[in-house]
């Protein structure tokens, strides 16, 4: 037995070094790819080596099942090993991690990195929820969502959107971000392509690698050819962190691009009902989208964590067993809250853009003879100015303006590259004191 053990050992230490070598050249062949542009995945030579691998098995009196074990986690970790590890949610959170500790310490704090609106949540969706957790709904419900709020949601979006929307089409979840996340996870693969346009939310790049999907990245509207053969494409309008609306022209474009492979559109509507113009619903456009959307910004209620997707029917099924393995549901005095705020949607949305475009303004007015280079805002709650001065580090400044200022902004460089800019929150509970310290260190 000794002697069985023995080489068991020594062939376990060289499939080690065998598998090292072949990581290694995986590395290779990735440096070789990205200088190319060409993708990383090839299914061609996939299975080409699958035919071989699979008469090396027969050689040597290999399984089917283990076979294929064996292929499939040589495929996936030779994915992995091209994809970025070095990728989270974005600096921005760091800064507000080190930015909470500092409160807890006693140190005051003025929060402009993060997007949390200054309203707070409209009445009837509190009164709402009040009354659902009186009425028990305080248990297990079904992933797929309550009727309630899918006639909320379904209503709203139709006025909003100018689409036919009925209540099967909508799918509660846990805010947006895991919305967008439970559809890269449920329809794309690991080496999939997926699309961003920069400057882009962070989250994206780290859903991304997370699953190992490989990223297209374009800089304008105008790059839409490189995102053929897509597997999906995010889209945000208004995008954060600049706030840019696409163009129906725009629009049209990505879409016949997207239509060529049959591209998911992954819609990240967080700040449509944001919108200081025209805006063109995307799944309006391109049929093949799930829409993305959140009560967080324009209803203000972030911490109740409440989003929905909506978009083909056998989609909306799909997501829902991965809500049901997953999260089981969200919950329903929650999705009970949310169809109260929704049913307030008109009234309330028009008062929150006038409210929005007064901060825009305060915002501009009080920046103006800083060293910012600030673009049209279309929408959104944010600017992503550039910082005109020599020498400039997006992340070595938000460490400054925090420590010495104590002012939270979003280093540039987690939305692309863009060290010389940062993120500014305009309309937050801390803007008037926040963006006033901002702009005294900004000219000392």
């Not at 959307?293 to 909506?310: D, H, P, Q």
């Not at 400054?400 to 590259?417: D, N, Q, S, T, W």
Request: aromatic fraction near 10%; glycine fraction near 8%; charged fraction near 30%.
């Amino acid at each position: 037995m000794e002697e069985l053990r023995s080489r068991i050992r020594n062939v376990t230490l060289k499939i080690i070094e065998l598998y090292g070598e072949r990581i290694s050249l995986v590395k290779e062949i990735s440096s070789a790819k990205r200088r190319e542009g060409v993708p990383i995945r090839n299914e061609g030579i996939e299975r080409s080596l699958w035919h071989d691998v699979r008469r090396k098995c027969r050689e040597v009196n290999l399984d089917e099942w283990n076979c294929r074990r064996v292929f499939n986690f040589l495929i996936s970790s030779s994915i992995r090993a091209q994809i970025p590890e070095d990728v989270g949610a974005g600096p921005h959170i760091e800064i507000f991690r080190r930015a909470k500790e500092m409160e807890k310490e006693g140190k005051r704090i003025y929060h402009l990195e993060v997007g949390e609106p200054p309203w707070s949540p409209p009445p009837e969706s509190i009164d709402r929820m009040l009354e659902a957790i009186n009425e028990g709904k305080i248990r297990y419900g079904t992933s797929s969502g309550t009727y309630r709020f899918k006639e909320a949601a379904s209503e709203w979006v139709s006025k909003r959107d100018g689409i036919q929307l009925t209540p099967d089409l909508i799918l509660p979840t846990p805010g947006s971000k895991y919305a967008i996340f439970s559809i890269l996870s449920t329809f794309l693969h690991p080496g999939d392509r997926v699309g961003i346009m920069l400057p882009a939310w962070p989250a994206y790049r780290g859903m991304a690698a997370k699953l190992s999907l490989e990223l297209v990245e374009i800089s304008s509207p105008e790059e839409v050819d490189k995102l053929t053969g897509v597997d999906a494409f995010i889209l945000c309008s208004p995008n954060n962190p600049d706030g840019k609306v696409w163009s129906d022209k725009e629009l049209n474009e990505l879409a016949d691009t997207l239509r060529e492979s049959n591209s998911i559109l992954i819609s990240d509507d967080a700040y449509a009902e944001l919108s200081f113009v025209k805006r063109r619903a995307p799944s309006s456009i391109y049929e093949n989208s799930l829409s993305v959307g959140t009560l967080s910004k324009a209803f203000g209620m972030t911490g109740f964590r409440i989003g929905y997707v909506y978009g083909p029917e056998e989609k909306i099924n799909e997501l829902a067993k991965f809500i049901g393995l997953t999260i089981t549901n969200v919950p329903e005095f929650i999705q009970e809250a949310a169809a109260g705020a929704l049913n307030a949607g008109d009234r309330w949305i028009d008062k929150v853009r006038e409210e929005l475009r007064s901060y825009l303004d305060y915002s501009m007015e009080l920046l103006a003879g800083t060293p910012l280079e600030i673009g049209k805002v279309e929408g959104g709650l944010y600017l992503f100015p550039r910082v005109k001065i020599d020498g400039f580090d997006s992340i070595a400044f938000s460490n400054y303006l925090l420590k010495e200022r104590g002012v939270a902004v979003a280093p540039g460089i987690g939305f692309g590259p863009y060290s010389d800019r940062i993120r500014i929150t305009f309309a937050s509970p801390y803007a008037d004191p926040g963006l006033k310290l901002l702009k005294e260190a900004l000219l000392e």
